[in-house]
């Protein structure tokens, strides 16, 4: 599986997004939905998950056992946002299927400590933390590159650069809707986030191959996660003292 470096920029709020599910975790661990559209698959235990794999990571304790929540296999992303505007942190993801137990495990890791564009996460910002799993669901190759909808597909272009090397970039469902795009501001943002760096025409565009795909989102603050753990904290089998609480600032 390759990964891919998602470039989501803010997420003050939740996004339904037409089609798109989203849930977000309450305080004492429970569900809030503000939008099913089906049968949910992401859970707040995947983001409860994520948050036990940091956290033992940098205090070095030993991985969280292997969660409850399905091990079916899915193209995901982990994406990581800090502080009160929610500045993207880290945000990594594959769109080759993996089963999540350990998809989940790899891209926490590696969205939190590998992503280019920001240095390693440190203890000190577990805090101020959000963590944001996607799954991605419904892909389909489209002829047209304005066959989308913004605020309910993601989408996958690929393309041949300057050099003639082919080149690949992604948002995923909430990017284009968060930024106030349209199609066009859409794509040309990809291309430039893939690298592509000669004047975009028209006719450039129509050379596009695009991908459209639909996630499901949830969204957790290090302060629910807390909330959570302390909820369900021996039902779960966590192995690791629960992390001191604080707010996030």
Known sequence: HIAVYCTSINDSQPSSGGALSVVRADAVGFLRVVSVARKMVVSAEMCCFCFDVLYCHLYGYQ??????????????FVTWKIGRDKRLRGCIGTFSAMNLHSGLREYTLTSA???????????????RLFCSVSLLTNFEDVGDYLDWEVGVHGIRIEFFNEKGSKR???YLPEVAKE????????IDSLLRKGGYKAPITNDFRKTIKLTRYRSEKMTMSYAEYIAHRQHHH???GIGHPLPPYNHYS
């Open 63 to 76: 991985p969280p056992r292997t969660p409850r929540f399905t091990n079916d296999p899915y193209p995901l």
């Open 113 to 127: 400590l590998k992503d280019s564009r920001f240095p390693p996460m440190t203890r000190d910002e577990l805090p």
């Open 168 to 170: 690949t970039a992604t």
């Open 179 to 186: 930024q106030g795009w349209d199609h066009i501001q859409t």
């Open 234 to 236: 021996y039902q779960n």
